[in-house]
């Protein structure tokens, strides 16, 4: 295949988020109510929009969920993860030696954590406009919408898109859009069972690294 495009899943492959993020939402469930252990949290929210998160965890509750609690937990977060999160390793030099190579970052975060947190990495000048969240989507993903959404805007066909993600959720997402996924191993939320856990969903290429990563790109476009 040509790879015309390279797509980023966003957290647990661009930034190393996804441990804190589901540290602190297991322990604020707890606190609410609803006794829930990080690997939990992990396996049921890992990869979904903040929206679909939501309306499972209030399915659980049997009620709303607090406003006060959603905007204490934003904050929480922000404050966490902007303060010292640090990147994937390996990802900035990745993003240094396909500089030929479309880029888009397809996300389930909010828009406005995606400009920050890519801007204070210094990778944003990598993907320019081309950052896009499935938060305003009628769905999010598992669905392939915001990659058919990115791919569209690229101008490239989905077939030659690659999709680096890390959840089962996300690649899923990926495969029904008609791309490559590699399953990235790399953050620090990768537990026993991941690599599974992915293939599981029909991810045939799994990268423990980004110079992995790499290995299969050049494969790919070989």
């Avoid at 293939?199 to 799994?206: F, K, Q």
Wanted: proline share 5%; with cysteine; charged share 20%.
């Amino acid at each position: 295949m040509s790879v015309a495009a390279l797509i980023f899943d966003f957290d647990g492959v661009i930034a190393d988020s996804e441990a804190p993020a589901n540290r602190l939402l297991a322990e604020s469930l707890t606190q609410l109510g609803l006794p829930t252990s990080y690997e939990t949290a992990l396996t049921d929210y890992c990869g979904k929009r903040w929206s679909d998160c939501a309306g499972l965890i209030e399915a659980r509750l049997g009620c709303p969920l607090p406003e006060q609690w959603v905007t204490e937990r934003q904050r929480e977060l922000e404050a966490y993860c902007l303060d010292g999160l640090p990147p994937v390793g390996g990802v900035g030099d990745f993003l240094d030696a396909h500089g030929h190579i479309s880029k888009a970052v397809a996300s389930s975060s909010e828009l406005d954590w995606l400009t920050v947190l890519l801007a204070r990495f210094g990778f944003d000048h990598h993907f320019g406009e081309h950052v896009y969240s499935a938060a305003g989507l009628a769905r999010g993903k598992p669905h392939p919408d915001i990659y058919l959404n990115v791919a569209s805007a690229l101008g490239v066909e989905p077939a030659a898109c690659v999709v680096i993600e890390d959840s089962p959720t996300g690649a899923a997402a990926g495969i029904a859009a008609g791309m490559t996924v590699i399953g990235l191993l790399a953050a620090s939320h990768i537990r026993d069972g991941h690599a599974e856990r992915l293939r599981a969903v029909g991810v045939e290429h799994l990268a423990e690294d980004y110079a992995a990563v790499s290995r299969l790109v050049a494969k790919f476009s070989g």
